[in-house]
């Protein structure tokens, strides 16, 4: 009879802790490297935050991704300079190799799993993001190439990104 108590008590207290340890249960851990002060930490999370949130289909599979790595530095490319983008936010989403929800193959990009994926996030006159892999594409929505360059999705609600 203890035991049972025990164990429900701890299956009570396992509940709670999962219930409070995170913004949401489906959203994934953002890991923040910040190489430049031009931009706040806080807006680097919302804009990543805002940037998940459009990214569908991938963000839908929760029991894939479980964290988002995320680069910050001053822009250099001419092609995002040219978009009034002048902090470099990019996220790096690691699909598992072996995924229970996300597709494994898809015939317009080949292999999906195992694949790291990369987005290039900003405000500027043309808020929204990039990428130029076509897994990347694929699982954010965006216009698929077969010649590698980016292809781009605009998010109007990442115009506070004005850096």
Partial sequence: MRSYAIKRSLFAAGIAMASF?????LEPTFVISMRTSKISEADVRRA???FWRNCQPLSSYTSDIKQIAVDVSDEWADFRLARGWKISIEATVRVPDDPKEIPRYDPRV???SGNNLFYNIGGGATPGFTS???AAQLL???PI??????TFKAVPEL???KY
């Fill in 21 to 25: 340890g995170h913004a949401s249960a």
């Fill in 48 to 50: 990543v935050q805002i």
């Fill in 110 to 112: 080949h292999v999906i």
């Fill in 132 to 134: 130029g892999k076509r």
């Fill in 140 to 142: 954010c929505g965006l």
């Fill in 145 to 150: 190439t077969q010649n590698g360059s980016d």
């Fill in 159 to 161: 115009d506070f990104i």
